[in-house]
């Protein structure tokens, strides 16, 4: 797999780690069945002192963990740190809820024998995590803080190009008391995951990840019998209805295409926008992307960090001039990006039509679609128009008018007045190509628990 890492603003090799090897591979499954074995029958209070202690030390020592991640990935520092604060809030979350969110639920039983019936909730086993580079702990944060809560144990692979955050958050719950095999971090290969997900020991399987790479490890889960939750892909719309506030709107609008450098599942990716405001909002929006300044994602005046990897910058770049080729106007805005590292010109494409290859596309970076439409229905069949499911957004000074929209679009989310996003208290996940499953909240705890049903009939009751 080359799990590596080579900073993006350079492009230079860091550092190197070898893939895990078949033997090494046994021996750490062999040790997190020990491990489930004792974890799954501790209480709701041992659990929560480890994984509220990891969320402690997330906090203690924010910059050194959020170094990792714009080292790896070239997230701007500042977002980093947020990153880092989200996942600790995450962990604490599920620390303080968990026994709550998992208590026994009385069942009202109608035979009129009397039955005392419960569904009590009870961990499963080894949890397999595949994850992907856009998010490096937050995406971690979301899967082992409600399934080490909810007494399962987390096998990991993460994203090849982001070993040393890997690393990093295995060796956090190591610093905060967990044992041996709770978290295990597998530098796997590909021919290994296939092993992963078909041992007996491995109960489910949480993907986040494009949606290719969801199709081949569903297919595998599903062989096994096995349950799988996906995040895959996303193509939000970022509606603004005709009496949106046009600044607030705007400053959302770059708000959510260029968070996290663009790379992110839930960003603003199509600007869908009432014609009578269209020509003064693709106008502010255009200006307020320009003041973005490209650079070192260290430096606190940078706005527009480099892209993942190179690749992943010639792919983007790629996308646009096909978009170009069939009849797209691409808008460059903003200085021009270094010539070293994976940066991508900020850009905005308009004349997008429905033939356009990007049409359907996912766009992973600073490069947003712009499309006018002449009303409320038109946003709605724009929005949905498209395979993926996963978030949306809708601007509009009428809440009720907000709302009537946003339960007409095929999504997992819709955020009114603000851009899709995420907190530890929210559900999280789509329909469509974007998915299946939920994570965060309430409902992220029970995608990997046996619902167990106990039902205690009267013994004089007749046979």
Not at 102 to 127: F, Y
């Amino acid at each position: 797999m080359a799990y590596k890492t080579v900073n993006p603003f350079t492009n230079e090799t860091v550092a190197t780690f070898p893939d895990l090897t078949d033997a090494e591979l046994a021996h750490r499954l062999d040790r997190a069945q020990e491990t489930y074995r004792q974890w799954s029958r501790l209480p709701f209070a041992r659990r929560a002192a480890i994984v509220g202690r990891a969320a402690e030390l997330l906090r203690t020592h924010r910059d050194e963990y959020a170094r990792y991640l714009t080292l790896e990935m070239g997230k701007l520092y500042r977002e980093s740190l947020a990153e880092v604060d989200l996942s600790a809030d995450i962990l604490q979350y599920y620390a303080d809820n968990a026994e709550t969110f998992l208590a026994p639920q009385k069942l009202t039983e109608k035979s009129g024998r009397g039955d005392q019936a419960m569904v009590v909730s009870q961990p499963l086993g080894i949890v397999f995590a595949i994850e992907p580079w856009n998010f490096p702990y937050y995406q971690l944060a979301r899967v082992v803080g409600p399934q080490f809560m909810a007494g399962n144990v987390v096998v990991v692979k993460h994203a090849s190009n982001v070993p040393q955050s890997a690393a990093a958050f295995e060796q956090l719950f190591a610093d905060a008391g967990a044992p041996e095999g709770l978290y295990t971090n597998l530098y796997a290969t590909r021919d290994q995951l296939a092993t992963i997900i078909a041992d007996d020991r491995v109960i489910g399987v949480a993907l986040t990840g494009s949606e290719g790479a969801g199709a081949i490890v569903a297919s595998q889960a599903g062989r096994a019998l096995k349950k799988t939750t996906m995040e895959l892909g996303g193509s939000d719309a970022f509606i603004v209805l005709d009496d949106a506030d046009l600044e607030k709107s705007v400053r959302w609008a770059v708000w959510g295409r260029m968070n996290n450098g663009g790379q992110c599942c839930v960003a603003a990716k199509r600007i869908i926008v009432a014609e009578p405001i269209a020509d003064a909002f693709l106008d502010r929006f255009a200006t307020e992307l320009g003041k973005l300044v490209p650079g070192n994602p260290m430096d606190e005046k940078s706005g527009v960090p480099p892209l993942s990897s190179q690749a992943a910058a010639d792919q983007l770049n790629e996308q646009v001039e096909q978009a170009v080729r069939h009849g797209a106007i691409a808008m460059r805005v903003g200085p021009t990006p270094p010539n070293t590292g994976a940066f991508v010109q900020t850009t905005i494409l308009t004349n997008v039509e429905p033939d356009n290859p990007v049409f359907h596309q996912e766009l992973f970076g600073p490069v947003a679609m712009f499309f006018r439409v002449k009303d409320d229905e038109a946003a709605i069949n724009l929005a949905n128009d498209n395979p993926y499911g996963l978030g949306g957004s809708v601007f509009t000074r009428d809440i009720a008018r907000g709302v009537c929209v946003a339960e007409q679009i095929e999504t997992g989310m819709v955020y009114i007045n603000h851009p899709t996003w995420t907190t530890s208290d929210l559900p999280f996940g789509g329909v469509k190509r974007s998915g299946f499953g939920r994570e965060l909240s309430s409902m992220g705890i029970q995608e990997f628990v046996n619902k167990k049903l106990i039902d205690v009939v009267p013994i004089d009751a007749a046979p």
